[in-house]
């Protein structure tokens, strides 16, 4: 008897191991795949950081800070201050004044178009009944 309970444990033991067996490959061959796409995105990288690099060797820096230099900043400060001051030598009231009178243009030509909107399909009403339509 004692001997049937020892071998139905080690089948026991044997399928418990089969069970971690098949979960071990599953995860190295999840690793396997993983570890693939590092190196594919690395050798990806490696090749764009290549590319950057060799555009960048083209470029002359020291051209790009004498045009930098070259930028005449007095001449922009005298711009921004002629704008400023142009801004605050407008008349703000006539400009307002001037837009409040394009509104009541615009309101008298929206009454004049809605009129002659509802006389056109009055007429157009009318005439339709005179033809039977």
């Known amino acids: 008897m004692e001997q049937n309970e020892i071998l139905e444990e080690t089948r026991r033991t044997n399928e418990l191991l089969r069970g971690q067996l098949l979960w071990m490959r599953a995860a190295a061959a999840l690793l396997a795949v993983l570890l693939a796409a590092v190196v594919v995105c690395l050798g990806n990288t490696m090749n764009s950081m290549g590319r950057i690099s060799a555009a960048l060797e083209g470029v002359d820096l020291a051209a790009v800070a004498?045009?930098?230099?070259?930028?005449?900043?007095?001449?922009?400060?005298?711009?921004?201050?002629?704008?400023?001051?142009?801004?605050?030598?407008?008349?703000?009231?006539?400009?307002?004044?001037?837009?409040?009178?394009?509104?009541?243009?615009?309101?008298?030509?929206?009454?004049?178009?809605?009129?002659?909107?509802?006389?056109?399909?009055?007429?157009?009403?009318?005439?339709?009944?005179?033809?039977?339509?």
């Open 66 to 133: 004498e045009q930098v230099s070259k930028l005449d900043m007095d001449a922009v400060n005298r711009a921004i201050s002629t704008l400023d001051g142009k801004i605050s030598q407008m008349d703000v009231q006539a400009f307002n004044d001037a837009v409040a009178k394009l509104n009541g243009a615009v309101d008298a030509l929206q009454s004049a178009s809605d009129a002659v909107k509802s006389w056109g399909e009055g007429v157009s009403g009318g005439l339709a009944g005179l033809f039977g339509q």
